[in-house]
């Protein structure tokens, strides 16, 4: 049977696979076709221009590739953290099927399906793309499985940078032009002399295979508006019973016409509906001279009297162009944080597109006035001036992009650390992959300790840090609420009991303990910042759970039961992908035990004591980097390093460790050249709200974080030069002396004109600003 069953799933894996990949070969062929032919999008003349750091910023990088291996993120229109992402939603060449990148945007497709207005940054899940409007010169039927329902489009009549993008349709010669404020997307479409324009709004829309429930819509004519809500089923929102979304959208100019599909059935002059399918089509007087029709529409998770305040406050009586220069304006306002000078253009735009999106997720969830919707389902409010976030990627971001925010966005990562804290008192737990206004559950662990912990070590204030601190000790220590929805600590009572979690009471049993050990190691030094001594003791005891399943005869992480018998079947460079029946990988979470026997970034040191001596360490790291591919976002990861998978991208940096510096300087440099690109493919994998983005930041200014701690390993600077903002009128010079494109080595580094004995510091040291001075040379030693 069992033999049976396993031919069953190859052959069916199989079919899947020749089925996929002549759409998404297809799909690569004419992204690859368009960018040779066309470069890069940005030619289309609209009159309307980026500003300062802005013209560095390349949206279009990471939105297409091997689509497993796509980084998801998206050319749409928005400010930093917006509770609208407005942007082109697109399917594939020869028909609609679309999800190819999550974000709702691929390279590779030649169609747009019209303009939505919510999606995440960099996840693998279709989450959004509500309130799609797509404009045409007729009336159509609603849906993007209809074949009139597209607009095929060209790279080359693009235009995208940091609060704006801009597409020619072909197909009735009309010009899309969006910005956005946090809560409104703007919409601008020219349409051609001599056509009646109509804009068709589809109420009940979502990204991908997701659905919209329970749709309601209201036609107001005499104000020129329309209004309504859904219930949106999406990958993450689905998981907790949906996500309600009220909008209200404002027209420049008044209905010549209008109708409302419900499903099949089109009903002329109606003004309201409800149903799971609908769509609003709205024509307007057509003009003898190409005329902009222009949409406001804002968003709001509590109400439409809510989305209409919003809609008034952000946008008023602003016209396109003021509105589009303040999305600029605040972007800048992000991008100056961190000015860089010199280096090279594809350095320079590579470091400000990861700057760029390292901002873009959490997502703002509260309205104007304060209200947002709780994990309780209630509505609640913020405090004045504050901002409830949501959609916290956290099993990644943690790593890099919220120790990126305790640096030189300190005030936003206040406010994130008061919504997680928030989350837990409505939810019971402190989530991992929170989203709308729910638990997703996504991923495993306990990462917000991580988080949390760090944010408070580098002096974040302003946060209830008692009640996260009671929350996160429950959860690491007895278990979660009965009554949460939070998925917790999977295991917990045996990870307790063994000091490890046995691998024949859960899968993930080797990922899991390596994790849990890094987030007790998190809360140990949170405890006694506190001045909890027990406690600290406790959980740095727990912290050191992950020597329980080291196999020295092996020299890996490997499976142990709870008898404490190492597993016997076992192949290091076994990929959980492509191990369908996890005969090898059950105890791994994406990825080989090669990939997971780098997993203790909290303690190096520890880490490198395993092995026999120092020597075999780098030896067999060094093994693992060489046998990796130079190649961005390559179809398979292979079982070597791959930077796409956020568990082990510290890996560079334990070099440190073994009294080998130049190594990690020669590997760090190696990946910034070859696992990025300027291309459409960008990136090694999913962003994941940024984190791979944040990860190229870090490590371009010569340092890295270890999450969870105070520390920052030393790496190699890309550029002569960087001045961070930290605020307050703190700033941090990072200066390169003897800076060459082939000094990647460094000789020395001086920290506020004392050299460093070591190869790492602590945001103590940083944290009133300063001067960190690196001393370059061609070769190790200098």
């Given at each position: 049977?069992?033999?049976?069953?396993?031919?069953?799933?190859?052959?069916?894996?199989?079919?899947?696979?020749?089925?996929?990949?002549?759409?998404v070969?297809?799909?690569?062929?004419?992204?690859?076709?368009?960018?040779?032919?066309?470069?890069?999008?940005?030619?289309l003349?609209?009159?309307?221009?980026?500003?300062?750091?802005g013209?560095?910023?390349?949206?279009?990088?990471?939105?297409?590739?091997?689509s497993?291996?796509?980084?998801?993120?998206?050319?749409?229109?928005?400010?930093?953290?917006?509770?609208?992402?407005?942007?082109?939603?697109?399917?594939?060449?020869?028909?609609?099927?679309?999800?190819?990148?999550?974000?709702?945007?691929?390279?590779?497709?030649?169609?747009i399906?019209?303009?939505?207005?919510?999606?995440?940054?960099?996840?693998?899940a279709?989450?959004?793309?509500?309130?799609?409007?797509f404009?045409?010169?007729?009336?159509?039927?609603?849906?993007?499985?209809?074949?009139?329902?597209?607009?095929?489009f060209s790279?080359?009549?693009?235009?995208?940078?940091?609060?704006?993008?801009?597409?020619?349709?072909p197909?009735?010669?009309?010009?899309?032009?969006?910005?956005?404020?946090?809560?409104?997307?703007?919409?601008?479409y020219?349409?051609?002399?001599?056509?009646?324009?109509?804009?068709?709004?589809?109420?009940?829309s979502?990204?991908?295979?997701?659905?919209?429930?329970?749709?309601?819509?209201?036609?107001?004519?005499?104000?020129?508006?329309?209004?309504?809500?859904?219930?949106?089923?999406?990958?993450?929102?689905?998981?907790?019973d949906?996500?309600d979304?009220?909008?209200?959208?404002e027209?420049?100019?008044?209905?010549?016409?209008?109708?409302?599909?419900?499903?099949?059935?089109?009903?002329?002059?109606?003004?309201?509906?409800?149903?799971?399918?609908?769509?609003?089509?709205?024509q307007?007087?057509?003009?003898?001279?190409?005329?902009?029709?222009?949409?406001?529409?804002?968003?709001?998770y509590?109400?439409?009297?809510?989305?209409?305040?919003?809609?008034?406050?952000?946008?008023?009586?602003?016209?396109?162009?003021?509105?589009?220069?303040?999305?600029?304006?605040?972007?800048?306002?992000?991008?100056d944080?961190?000015?860089?000078?010199?280096?090279?253009?594809?350095y320079?735009?590579?470091?400000?597109?990861?700057l760029?999106?390292?901002?873009?997720?959490?997502?703002?969830?509260?309205?104007?006035?304060?209200?947002?919707?709780?994990?309780?389902?209630?509505?609640?409010?913020?405090?004045?001036g504050?901002?409830?976030?949501?959609?916290?990627?956290?099993?990644?971001s943690?790593?890099?992009?919220?120790?990126?925010?305790?640096?030189?966005a300190?005030?936003?990562?206040?406010?994130?650390?008061?919504?997680?804290v928030?989350?837990?008192?409505?939810?019971?737990?402190?989530?991992?992959?929170?989203?709308?206004?729910?638990?997703?559950?996504?991923?495993?662990?306990?990462p917000?300790?991580?988080?949390?912990?760090?944010?408070y070590?580098?002096?974040?204030?302003?946060?209830?840090?008692?009640?996260?601190?009671?929350?996160?000790?429950?959860?690491?220590?007895?278990?979660?609420?009965?009554?949460?929805?939070?998925?917790?600590?999977?295991?917990?009572?045996?990870?307790?009991?063994?000091?490890?979690?046995?691998?024949?009471?859960?899968?993930?049993?080797?990922s899991?303990?390596?994790?849990y050990?890094?987030?007790?190691?998190?809360?140990?030094?949170?405890a006694?910042?506190?001045?909890?001594?027990?406690?600290?003791?406790?959980?740095?005891?727990?912290?050191?759970?992950?020597?329980?399943?080291?196999?020295?005869?092996r020299?890996?992480?490997?499976?142990?039961?709870?008898?404490?018998?190492?597993?016997?079947?076992?192949?290091?460079?076994?990929?959980?992908?492509?191990?369908?029946?996890?005969?090898?990988?059950?105890?791994?979470?994406?990825?080989s035990a090669?990939?997971?026997?780098w997993?203790?970034?909290?303690?190096p040191?520890?880490?490198?004591?395993?092995?026999?001596?120092?020597?075999?360490?780098?030896q067999?790291?060094?093994?693992?980097?060489?046998?990796?591919?130079?190649?961005?976002?390559?179809?398979?990861?292979?079982?070597y390093?791959?930077?796409?998978?956020?568990?082990f991208?510290?890996?560079?940096?334990?070099?440190?460790?073994?009294?080998?510096?130049?190594?990690t300087?020669?590997?760090?440099?190696?990946?910034?050249?070859?696992?990025?690109?300027?291309?459409?493919?960008?990136?090694?994998?999913?962003?994941?709200?940024?984190?791979?983005?944040?990860?190229?930041?870090?490590?371009?200014?010569?340092?890295?974080?270890?999450?969870g701690?105070?520390?920052?390993?030393?790496?190699?600077?890309?550029?002569?030069?960087?001045?961070?903002?930290?605020?307050?009128?703190?700033?941090?010079?990072?200066?390169?002396?003897n800076?060459?494109?082939?000094?990647?080595?460094?000789?020395?580094?001086?920290?506020?004109?004392r050299?460093?004995s070591?190869?790492?510091?602590?945001?103590?040291?940083?944290?009133?600003?300063?001067?960190?001075?690196?001393?370059?040379?061609?070769?190790?030693?200098?």
């Amino acid at each position: 049977m069992s033999r049976l069953r396993r031919i069953l799933k190859w052959t069916i894996a199989v079919l899947i696979i020749v089925l996929a990949i002549p759409a998404v070969g297809v799909a690569i062929i004419w992204g690859s076709y368009e960018y040779v032919v066309h470069k890069k999008p940005g030619s289309l003349p609209t009159g309307v221009d980026p500003i300062g750091a802005g013209w560095e910023v390349d949206p279009f990088i990471g939105t297409g590739g091997v689509s497993w291996m796509c980084a998801h993120n998206t050319p749409a229109a928005t400010v930093p953290f917006g509770m609208v992402r407005l942007g082109p939603d697109t399917a594939s060449l020869f028909t609609n099927t679309q999800g190819f990148n999550r974000s709702g945007y691929f390279y590779g497709d030649n169609k747009i399906i019209g303009f939505s207005h919510t999606r995440l940054i960099g996840a693998d899940a279709l989450e959004g793309g509500v309130f799609r409007i797509f404009p045409a010169t007729a009336k159509l039927a609603p849906g993007s499985d209809k074949v009139d329902r597209f607009a095929r489009f060209s790279h080359a009549e693009e235009k995208a940078f940091p609060g704006y993008y801009a597409v020619r349709l072909p197909k009735g010669d009309i010009l899309a032009e969006l910005t956005a404020t946090t809560r409104v997307g703007v919409h601008r479409y020219t349409f051609p002399a001599n056509f009646t324009p109509h804009l068709q709004l589809d109420v009940t829309s979502a990204l991908g295979d997701r659905r919209c429930e329970n749709g309601q819509v209201w036609l107001l004519p005499e104000q020129r508006q329309v209004e309504g809500s859904v219930r949106l089923f999406g990958s993450f929102s689905g998981r907790y019973d949906g996500l309600d979304v009220y909008f209200v959208a404002e027209f420049d100019r008044p209905f010549d016409a209008f109708g409302i599909w419900n499903g099949t059935e089109f009903t002329q002059d109606a003004k309201a509906a409800q149903g799971n399918e609908l769509s609003v089509n709205l024509q307007f007087a057509g003009s003898s001279e190409r005329q902009p029709i222009e949409v406001r529409l804002a968003l709001s998770y509590v109400s439409i009297a809510n989305a209409r305040e919003n809609l008034e406050a952000e946008t008023g009586n602003r016209s396109f162009e003021t509105i589009c220069q303040n999305a600029q304006e605040r972007w800048q306002e992000k991008l100056d944080r961190i000015q860089i000078r010199g280096g090279s253009e594809w350095y320079r735009r590579s470091f400000y597109t990861a700057l760029y999106r390292a901002f873009q997720m959490p997502t703002t969830f509260n309205d104007v006035n304060g209200e947002y919707t709780g994990f309780d389902r209630a509505v609640h409010e913020v405090s004045d001036g504050a901002t409830y976030y949501t959609d916290f990627s956290l099993w990644d971001s943690f790593r890099t992009v919220h120790p990126l925010y305790n640096l030189i966005a300190r005030d936003e990562q206040r406010d994130m650390m008061v919504s997680l804290v928030e989350m837990a008192k409505a939810g019971g737990g402190l989530p991992r992959w929170p989203s709308g206004c729910g638990y997703t559950n996504c991923m495993f662990g306990t990462p917000a300790d991580i988080a949390v912990t760090e944010a408070y070590l580098k002096g974040i204030r302003g946060f209830d840090i008692e009640t996260a601190y009671e929350k996160m000790r429950q959860t690491a220590l007895v278990g979660k609420p009965a009554d949460s929805r939070f998925g917790g600590r999977d295991g917990l009572a045996d990870y307790l009991k063994y000091g490890y979690c046995p691998s024949d009471s859960m899968s993930k049993a080797v990922s899991a303990t390596l994790e849990y050990a890094w987030c007790d190691h998190a809360l140990s030094l949170l405890a006694r910042a506190l001045g909890d001594d027990d406690d600290a003791a406790a959980f740095a005891r727990n912290a050191q759970s992950y020597r329980n399943l080291w196999d020295a005869s092996r020299l890996f992480f490997v499976p142990r039961d709870s008898s404490g018998a190492f597993m016997e079947n076992f192949d290091p460079l076994v990929l959980s992908y492509t191990d369908w029946d996890r005969e090898y990988t059950d105890d791994f979470v994406e990825g080989s035990a090669l990939m997971w026997r780098w997993g203790v970034p909290f303690d190096p040191e520890g880490l490198v004591s395993l092995f026999p001596s120092e020597e075999q360490f780098v030896q067999e790291l060094e093994n693992y980097f060489e046998r990796t591919n130079d190649t961005v976002g390559e179809w398979h990861p292979g079982s070597y390093y791959w930077h796409g998978n956020e568990p082990f991208f510290h890996a560079a940096y334990l070099f440190n460790a073994a009294g080998r510096p130049d190594l990690t300087q020669k590997w760090v440099r190696r990946i910034l050249d070859t696992k990025y690109s300027n291309s459409y493919v960008g990136l090694d994998g999913n962003d994941d709200g940024g984190t791979l983005s944040a990860w190229f930041v870090f490590s371009a200014l010569g340092f890295y974080p270890i999450a969870g701690t105070t520390r920052y390993e030393i790496g190699t600077p890309l550029f002569p030069e960087a001045v961070l903002d930290l605020g307050d009128g703190k700033t941090l010079t990072v200066i390169a002396e003897n800076h060459a494109q082939e000094n990647l080595y460094v000789k020395a580094v001086s920290l506020n004109g004392r050299e460093l004995s070591g190869w790492s510091f602590t945001h103590d040291d940083i944290a009133e600003g300063g001067e960190l001075r690196f001393t370059m040379a061609a070769a190790p030693g200098g």
